[in-house]
């Protein structure tokens, strides 16, 4: 039983820049990945940033140079910072992790609920 919360969405103008945080709460032994994605209006959803348990990346080509993924181990928690926004930037952002609870739970992926994120023009 795992829990991810989102935080940080909101509205900013193109060029701006917001951060995106997610807790990881509940049964964790250990988190073999942590990452982010988003979906648009009419878009599949779509990997933007994923951070593994050996600290290697993996960025969208779309947002590369421009976001960085980063986590906190003590807290279960990852960070996306987002710069020099654009409005194709605008979706619903979504943290999605690969847990591993102990034996009573296995290794599952989780979801958070979301989180708006909006660019104006």
């Known amino acids: 039983q795992v829990q991810l919360v989102e935080s940080g969405g909101g509205l900013v103008q193109h060029g701006g820049s917001l951060r995106l945080s997610c807790a990881a709460s509940?049964?964790?032994?250990?988190?073999?990945?942590m990452g982010w994605y988003r979906q648009a209006p009419g878009k599949e959803r779509e990997l933007v940033a994923v951070?593994?348990?050996?600290?290697?990346?993996n960025y969208a080509d779309s947002v590369k140079g421009r976001f960085t993924i980063s986590r906190d181990n003590a807290k279960n928690t990852v960070y996306l910072q987002m710069n020099s926004l654009k409005p194709e930037d605008t979706a619903v952002y979504y943290c999605?992790?690969?847990?591993?609870?102990?034996?009573?739970?296995?290794?599952?992926?989780?979801w958070g609920q979301g989180t708006q994120v909006t660019v104006s023009s």
């Open positions: 999605n992790a690969d847990i591993y609870g102990g034996f009573v739970y296995g290794a599952k992926n989780y």
């Open positions: 509940g049964s964790i032994s250990r988190i073999n990945a």
């Open positions: 951070i593994r348990s050996s600290g290697s990346t």
